[in-house]
Protein backbone atom coordinates (compact mmCIF):
# COMPACT_ATOMS: atom_id res chain seq x y z
CA UNK A 1 0.00 0.00 0.00
CA UNK A 2 0.84 3.66 -0.87
CA UNK A 3 -0.07 6.43 0.90
CA UNK A 4 0.35 10.12 -0.65
CA UNK A 5 -1.88 13.28 -1.10
CA UNK A 6 -4.26 13.62 -3.62
CA UNK A 7 -2.39 15.83 -5.96
CA UNK A 8 0.77 13.11 -6.02
CA UNK A 9 -1.57 10.54 -6.54
CA UNK A 10 -2.95 12.20 -9.59
CA UNK A 11 0.44 12.85 -10.88
CA UNK A 12 0.86 8.81 -11.05
CA UNK A 13 -2.56 8.20 -12.13
CA UNK A 14 -2.35 7.37 -15.49
CA UNK A 15 -2.36 4.36 -17.91
CA UNK A 16 0.95 4.60 -18.72
CA UNK A 17 3.20 2.26 -17.19
CA UNK A 18 6.25 4.52 -16.91
CA UNK A 19 4.36 6.76 -15.08
CA UNK A 20 3.17 4.31 -12.40
CA UNK A 21 4.38 4.94 -8.71
CA UNK A 22 5.33 0.94 -8.06
CA UNK A 23 4.47 0.15 -4.25
CA UNK A 24 8.04 -0.49 -1.86
CA UNK A 25 7.70 -4.60 -0.75
CA UNK A 26 7.17 -5.42 3.18
CA UNK A 27 10.76 -5.77 3.58
CA UNK A 28 11.82 -2.15 2.66
CA UNK A 29 11.31 -1.30 6.57
CA UNK A 30 8.03 -0.06 6.53
CA UNK A 31 6.85 -0.46 10.58
CA UNK A 32 3.44 -2.01 9.50
CA UNK A 33 5.52 -4.66 7.00
CA UNK A 34 7.85 -5.49 9.51
CA UNK A 35 5.15 -5.92 11.95
CA UNK A 36 3.60 -8.17 9.68
CA UNK A 37 6.97 -10.01 8.91
CA UNK A 38 7.09 -10.70 12.95
CA UNK A 39 3.93 -12.06 12.79
CA UNK A 40 3.92 -14.48 10.09
CA UNK A 41 7.68 -15.58 11.30
CA UNK A 42 5.88 -16.57 15.04
CA UNK A 43 3.65 -18.11 12.77
CA UNK A 44 5.92 -19.94 11.07
CA UNK A 45 7.81 -21.25 13.70
CA UNK A 46 4.06 -22.28 15.51
CA UNK A 47 3.91 -24.13 12.38
CA UNK A 48 6.83 -24.95 11.10
CA UNK A 49 6.20 -28.98 9.27
CA UNK A 50 3.16 -27.32 7.07
CA UNK A 51 5.39 -24.99 6.04
CA UNK A 52 7.73 -26.76 5.12
CA UNK A 53 5.11 -29.44 3.42
CA UNK A 54 4.02 -26.40 1.48
CA UNK A 55 7.67 -25.17 0.06
CA UNK A 56 8.20 -28.92 -0.73
CA UNK A 57 4.73 -28.44 -2.77
CA UNK A 58 5.98 -25.62 -4.10
CA UNK A 59 9.47 -26.77 -5.38
CA UNK A 60 7.82 -29.60 -7.01
CA UNK A 61 5.70 -27.78 -8.97
CA UNK A 62 8.07 -25.41 -9.74
CA UNK A 63 10.34 -28.44 -10.89
CA UNK A 64 7.02 -30.14 -13.48
CA UNK A 65 6.72 -26.47 -14.33
CA UNK A 66 10.26 -25.87 -15.44
CA UNK A 67 10.17 -28.65 -17.81
CA UNK A 68 7.43 -28.21 -18.82
CA UNK A 69 7.75 -24.48 -20.25
CA UNK A 70 11.19 -23.57 -21.01
CA UNK A 71 10.05 -20.02 -20.94
CA UNK A 72 9.58 -19.65 -17.27
CA UNK A 73 13.23 -19.12 -15.33
CA UNK A 74 14.46 -18.16 -12.34
CA UNK A 75 12.06 -20.34 -10.48
CA UNK A 76 12.18 -19.58 -6.73
CA UNK A 77 10.62 -20.85 -3.84
CA UNK A 78 10.70 -19.63 -0.08
CA UNK A 79 8.38 -20.79 2.39
CA UNK A 80 4.52 -20.09 1.00
CA UNK A 81 6.25 -17.65 -1.67
CA UNK A 82 6.76 -18.43 -5.13
CA UNK A 83 8.03 -16.28 -7.91
CA UNK A 84 8.82 -17.34 -11.56
CA UNK A 85 10.35 -15.07 -14.68
CA UNK A 86 8.63 -15.03 -18.11
CA UNK A 87 11.22 -15.13 -20.73
CA UNK A 88 8.86 -13.45 -23.44
CA UNK A 89 12.09 -11.73 -25.27
CA UNK A 90 10.67 -8.86 -24.41
CA UNK A 91 12.81 -6.33 -22.24
CA UNK A 92 12.54 -7.76 -18.59
CA UNK A 93 11.39 -5.57 -15.97
CA UNK A 94 8.39 -3.52 -14.53
CA UNK A 95 7.33 -2.24 -18.47
CA UNK A 96 7.04 -5.70 -19.48
CA UNK A 97 3.38 -6.13 -19.73
CA UNK A 98 3.20 -10.38 -19.80
CA UNK A 99 2.72 -10.47 -16.07
CA UNK A 100 -0.17 -8.16 -16.64
CA UNK A 101 -1.75 -10.16 -19.34
CA UNK A 102 -1.45 -13.61 -17.11
CA UNK A 103 -2.33 -11.69 -14.35
CA UNK A 104 -5.78 -11.36 -16.18
CA UNK A 105 -6.08 -14.73 -17.14
CA UNK A 106 -5.55 -16.04 -13.67
CA UNK A 107 -8.03 -13.90 -12.19
CA UNK A 108 -10.17 -15.34 -14.54
CA UNK A 109 -9.40 -18.73 -13.43
CA UNK A 110 -9.77 -17.95 -9.70
CA UNK A 111 -6.35 -17.41 -8.88
CA UNK A 112 -4.35 -14.43 -7.54
CA UNK A 113 -0.91 -13.62 -8.71
CA UNK A 114 1.34 -10.56 -7.98
CA UNK A 115 2.95 -9.42 -11.01
CA UNK A 116 5.64 -7.12 -11.49
CA UNK A 117 6.34 -7.30 -15.64
CA UNK A 118 7.66 -10.19 -16.25
CA UNK A 119 7.78 -12.02 -12.77
CA UNK A 120 4.53 -14.02 -11.05
CA UNK A 121 4.50 -13.53 -7.74
CA UNK A 122 2.55 -16.83 -5.83
CA UNK A 123 1.23 -16.62 -2.26
CA UNK A 124 -0.26 -19.87 -1.15
CA UNK A 125 -2.64 -18.83 0.93
CA UNK A 126 -5.29 -20.65 3.35
CA UNK A 127 -8.76 -21.93 2.39
CA UNK A 128 -6.73 -23.47 -1.20
CA UNK A 129 -6.19 -27.06 -1.65
CA UNK A 130 -3.63 -27.82 0.67
CA UNK A 131 -0.80 -30.50 -0.64
CA UNK A 132 -0.57 -33.85 0.86
Known amino acids: MTIATE ?10 PTKTLYPGHS ?7 CAAA ?5 LLAQNEPIYTQMEQWHHQ ?34 LNNVGRKIG ?16 LIYCHRTGLPQPN
Open 7 to 16: EIYNSFYSED
Open 27 to 33: YTANPLG
Open 38 to 42: LASLE
Open 61 to 94: QRTELAHKYPQLTKLRVTGTIAAIDINNHDKAGY
Open 104 to 119: HQAIAHGVLLHQFGNV
